[in-house]
């Protein structure tokens, strides 16, 4: 409503209706669950098409075309352990074809922000990128919920409030002393490391 034009050219730029990439998406995943229950390998398989508006925030966050969106189509799988992420995107490279330059592996090199994740972008039949991300229960929830979900997850949804509060109290008492020595860059350094 907010911006008709931009939305009736994207809207003909994804030509395909959200039936149909739904559609496309499990006949994508439908494979690599199977492939992954003949391995023995126990995992969740969950699939989505972007909503048109996730797609133009991205484009306009990024600063990039429509063509250079990759992710229209995604997958995410939920594995028990690391060693199954990689068994799970051997599964995923042996189906379809990997996009080379398409591939991020954030769980031996995590983001600053204990971000973990395997990213890979394939051709799916009839030519359409699928991008898909690999991660275990426990980085789903740092994913999702940030590094306060993830004791939560460790202390299997028992931890209080003030459980919390007491395990990032060290932290939080050197955070006025840390930030009063003017360096943003220092600051952030200490924040991240004394988080981790």
């Known amino acids: 409503h907010l911006e008709p034009e931009a939305y009736d050219e ?28 003949e391995l023995g390998c126990e995992a969740d398989v969950i699939g989505r098409p972007k909503h048109l508006d996730s797609i133009y925030r991205k484009m306009r966050a990024h600063g990039r075309p429509f063509e250079e969106i990759f992710d229209l189509l995604g997958v995410r799988v939920l594995t028990r352990d690391k060693a199954d992420c990689y068994r799970v995107l051997g599964v995923v490279h042996d189906l379809f074809t990997p996009v080379h330059e398409r591939f991020k592996d954030y769980i031996a090199t995590p983001k600053s922000n204990m971000y ?20 275990t229960l426990e980085m789903h929830q740092i994913a999702e919920l940030g590094v306060a979900a993830h004791y939560r997850y460790k202390e299997g949804g028992r931890g209080t409030d003030a459980e919390l509060e007491a395990k990032l109290a060290p932290v939080l008492r050197n955070v ?17 490391t004394a988080l981790y």
């Open 10 to 37: 994207l809207r003909q730029k994804v030509s395909l209706k959200r039936e149909e990439r739904e559609r496309l998406v499990q006949s994508v995943m439908r494979p690599v669950a199977a492939r992954l229950v």
């Open 116 to 135: 973990q994740s395997l990213h890979t972008t394939v051709v799916a039949p009839g030519g359409l990128l699928v991008e898909f991300q690999i991660r």
């Open 176 to 192: 006025d002393l840390q930030s009063a020595s003017g360096d943003p860059d220092e600051f952030m350094e200490y924040l991240k």
